[in-house]
């Protein structure tokens, strides 16, 4: 019986499984259609560069991922699918983890002054609550090694 996961790794366990469903709808419609690659990731990236980016993060965007965003806005569904399919598979959790945390670290950098400059800094979190929540999440996968739980990383040693 010294193999039974305890009640948290189930939990943790659990709580995998459900974010991968949510990664798996972000990658989803990210890829089904061309809506999001050809346009909607440039809209997104040139309000990031004019409102929310933080400022040494704002050339990587303009300079790098602009001009080439059609082939990021599908890297980006692609990143999100990988994600969603390690999680729910139990796959590669950890290598998983690393990217989505730093993927996660990437919209938090491109975001942070969504609620402009000056505000409360409370403001700031509070308008990350998409991603720093989910951030944490990816260290707590990654510190725990939550695929060894139900799934294809137990099976791996």
């Known amino acids: 019986?010294?193999?039974?996961?305890?009640?948290?790794?189930?939990?943790?366990?659990?709580?995998?499984?459900?974010?991968?469903?949510?990664?798996?709808l972000f990658g989803e419609y990210?890829?089904?259609?061309?809506?999001?690659?050809?346009?909607?990731?440039?809209?997104y990236l040139q309000d990031f560069i004019a409102n929310g980016a933080v400022s040494f993060y704002?050339?990587?965007?303009?300079?790098?991922?602009?001009?080439?965003?059609?082939g990021f806005g599908y890297l980006v569904g692609v990143g999100e699918t990988f994600i969603g399919i390690c999680l729910l598979l139990s796959l590669w959790v950890r290598p998983a983890s690393v990217l989505a945390v730093l993927y996660l670290l990437?919209?938090?950098l491109a975001?942070?002054?969504?609620?402009?400059?000056g505000v409360p800094v409370w403001r700031y979190f509070g308008a990350e609550l998409d991603h720093l929540p989910l951030l944490l999440l990816?260290?707590?996968?990654?510190?725990?090694?939550?695929?060894?739980?139900?799934?294809?990383?137990?099976?791996?040693?």
């Open 58 to 70: 704002r050339p990587i965007l303009s300079g790098l991922v602009l001009p080439h965003a059609v």
């Open 138 to 157: 990816f260290i707590v996968f990654f510190a725990t090694d939550a695929g060894k739980v139900w799934g294809l990383d137990r099976r791996r040693g």
């Open 1 to 24: 019986m010294a193999d039974t996961p305890s009640v948290a790794a189930k939990t943790i366990a659990g709580v995998r499984i459900a974010t991968s469903v949510f990664f798996l």
């Open 30 to 43: 990210k890829l089904a259609g061309p809506g999001f690659a050809h346009g909607g990731f440039q809209g």
């Open 106 to 108: 990437n919209l938090t």
């Open 111 to 117: 975001t942070w002054w969504g609620p402009g400059h």
